[in-house]
C-alpha cells in the first residue's frame, strides 16, 4: 500500500515540479518587466502583486516537496551523532508533532480564506480568497507528504526491530 501511495506522490511531485518551472518564469518576466517600466520609462503597474502571490504559493509547495526529501532546516551535526534507531524515533515524533501542528493551521488558513473571499486585492482587483488559498494548498501537500514520511519511518524502525530480534 506504502509503495501505491509513494507512486501517487511521485506523480504528485512532478505536478508541483511542473508548476514551480512555470511559476519562477513568469515571476522572472514580471520582475524584469517592473523593473524596465519602473526604472527606464517610470511607470509602475500592480504585476509585481502578482509575482509576490506566486512566490507565497511556490514557497508553500516547495514546502511540501522538501518535507518529503527531508530537506527542511535541521541540525545536522547532532542528528548524525545518534543511533539510526534513535534518528527514526525522533523523525517520527517531529514528523507527528509537525503534522498536528498542520492539521490545526489547516482549520484556522480555511476560515481565513473565507474570510478573504470579501476583500479584494489593491493591485489586481482579485479577492483575497486566491491568494490567502496557498495556506490550505500547501499544508494540505505538506500533510500528504508527512503521511508518507512517517509510514516509511515507521515501516523502518519495525525493519531495525526484526533485524535485531534475529
Request: hydrophobic share 55%; with cysteine; glycine share 6%.
Amino acid at each position: 500500500m506504502l509503495r501505491g501511495y509513494s507512486k501517487f506522490l511521485d506523480v504528485l511531485e512532478k505536478v508541483e515540479k511542473a508548476i514551480l518551472a512555470v511559476t519562477v518564469g513568469i515571476m522572472v518576466i514580471i520582475i524584469a518587466y517592473q523593473v524596465i517600466m519602473r526604472y527606464i520609462f517610470a511607470h509602475a503597474n500592480s504585476w509585481s502583486e502578482l509575482a509576490r502571490y506566486l512566490f507565497i504559493y511556490d514557497v508553500m509547495i516547495g514546502a511540501a516537496i522538501a518535507i518529503r526529501r527531508n530537506s527542511h532546516l535541521q541540525i545536522d551535526i547532532l542528528i548524525n551523532l545518534m543511533k539510526p534507531k534513535v534518528r527514526t524515533i525522533l523523525t517520527i515524533i517531529a514528523t507527528l508533532a509537525g503534522m498536528v501542528f498542520m492539521v490545526f493551521l489547516l482549520s484556522y488558513s480555511i476560515t481565513l480564506v473565507q474570510t478573504g473571499a470579501r476583500t479584494m486585492s489593491a493591485g489586481l482587483g482579485i479577492p483575497m480568497s486566491i491568494p490567502y488559498s496557498c495556506m490550505p494548498v500547501g499544508i494540505v501537500l505538506m500533510l500528504l507528504t508527512s503521511i508518507e514520511v512517517l509510514f516509511k519511518n515507521i515501516s523502518a524502525l519495525r525493519g531495525a526491530g526484526k533485524e535485531a530480534q534475529v
